[in-house]
């Protein structure tokens, strides 16, 4: 199982950017991504999970509204579309997957992980 991440950047505050995480290397589709985010002396936190049958969406708090997970089948890929960018979203963001249909909150739940992909907002 790979997972690859991409789509970070350095954006204003306001700004927009979308991430991708694609997956290779299975085929079983009872699984759900998380996206995860860390920022510099900060634990690593949950940011939104989509289950990959089915769609259901999940989001942390203080990015409910702003960002938007989503999911094409045909791509093997999860987007997480990032809105109305703060700087406090500042962070390497990470995307997980983990076997099964529940989205978990902890990251320790996750099976695979990708790269990382660094988001920078300066206000």
């Known amino acids: 199982v790979q997972l690859q991440a991409s789509g970070g950047g350095l954006v204003q505050a306001g700004g927009s950017l979308r991430l991708s995480c694609t997956g290779s290397?299975?085929?079983?589709?009872?699984?759900?991504i998380g996206w995860f985010r860390q920022a510099p002396g900060r634990e690593r936190e949950f940011v939104a999970g989509?289950?990959?049958?089915?769609?259901?969406?999940y989001y942390a708090d203080s990015v409910k509204g702003r960002f938007t997970i989503s999911k094409v089948s045909a791509k093997n890929t999860v987007y997480l579309q990032m809105n109305n960018l703060k700087p406090e979203d500042t962070a390497v963001y990470y995307c997980?997957?983990?076997?099964?249909?529940?989205?978990?909150?902890?990251?320790?739940?996750?099976?695979?992980w990708g790269q990382g992909t660094q988001v920078t907002v300066s206000s």
């Open positions: 997980a997957l983990r076997w099964g249909s529940t989205v978990h909150r902890t990251d320790q739940l996750y099976n695979y």
């Open positions: 290397g299975f085929s079983l589709d009872d699984y759900a």
């Open positions: 989509i289950r990959w049958s089915g769609g259901n969406q």
